[in-house]
């Protein structure tokens, strides 16, 4: 099918390579020229793993273009994915300006028949306000849409997996003929008819996705509700990991037992410095707000907010306990993205770890392996070092703030002998407490005893 999508952020840029990739025609737009001329050059704006082997194949297959002028794309699609930003308000609530512009461009510039989707994540009734705002705006042409929501579950890092081999694809459709052009548009990925891009290895064995055919409403209810269930999860796992401190458990212990059980899973229990990114926390407060417009009191949800908010200030209670005197000291931080095998570090925990390792008057030396650049435009008063061993070098205590794989296999014996303290507060509970204070390290871990 010939496709537009509409932003070429994380979600918008891995929808459009995939697509392409299981064989569609694909024109992405996006109002940042500049990101446009970066991929129209052959560069990739952002570090997602994968990319970097789809889109030059589809590029090569002539299968994937990159325009500035949306209305270009507008034009070139049968079905167009909007996947634009939504950003929080200050009030929590989701800034659905955006998608009102592209609603605006859709209806205005399209002259064949368009099924518009909504992938970005919104509150639930965005839907049935796309489908007025097409209709206002293209009140004099007789162009007919068809919308659908088709939520994304894409996490960064393993987006291109995700996208290529979900465990369900749920389309909130009002029409046949929406369902009909989805289900022609993820055929090969419900077949698994398509070559295995080479980074993936092979299509994992196991059960083909679930095709789920929803309303609108349940569909954009689906994405908010699977993402404030994944924060809930989180914050659970922190609270215990407060408990298991006081009582002298062993967080990991404990969820690992826990996770064993079907009916409460094993992932998402990790309990450390919070969740972060562009999705659960923004995620999180627009639910929390949607409910209470509606009428429903989803105070819960504040709680798990409140308690992924206070890790920073258990990081910071440890460091003290540790160091008694935080002011003037120097303190390396390894990670800066809000997870690993990302460069995106918004609502990244490490960099309000950071903030607050400012605000307590301490220098900070900061390594990541991929989002440094990215945080020296937000973070300019930090030094950057180019490696874990040079930001340790003359520290006093030394956070691990994103678990990067690499950092687990690093020559702590060398670090030790770098640091001026050999101090380590894990906050992601990565180092095994016993093989790092064997190697005379002071370890400081979430909901581990000390
Ligand atoms: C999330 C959803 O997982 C995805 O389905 C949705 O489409 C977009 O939002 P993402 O934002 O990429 O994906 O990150 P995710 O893997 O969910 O992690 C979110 C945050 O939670 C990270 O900061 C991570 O470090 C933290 N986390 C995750 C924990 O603190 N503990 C865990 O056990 C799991």
Redesign the pocket.
Known sequence: MRISVIGTGYVGLVTGACLAEIGHEVVCSDSDAEKIKILESGGIPIYEPGLENVIPQARKLDRLRFRANPAEAVRAGDAIFICVGTPPLPNGDADLSAIDHVARVIATEATSPKLVVEKS?VPARTGQELKRALSVYGRKSSVTFHVASNP??????T?VGDFLHPDRIVVGVESEIAERQLKEIYQPVLDRKFNCPVHLNACPEGPAPQWLVTTINSAELIKHA??SF?AL??SY?NMLADLAEKLGADIQEVVRAMGLDPRIGA??????????????PK?LQAFVHLAERSGVDFSMLREVEKINKQRIDRAIEKLRSALWVVRGKQIAVLGLA??PN?DDIRF??AIDLVNRLLSEGARVRAYDPQATERARATLPQIEYATSAYDAATDAEALFIA??WGEFAKLDWGRIRDLMARPLVIDGRNLLSPREIRNLGFEYRAFGRPD
């Open positions: 994540t994304e579950f894409l996490r960064e890092g987006a699977s993402n994944l999860k989180i796992a992932s998402f229990l990790a309990a450390g410095l919070g969740f972060g990114g562009f999705c659960l995620d809000f997870k990302t990244a925990p994103t678990e």
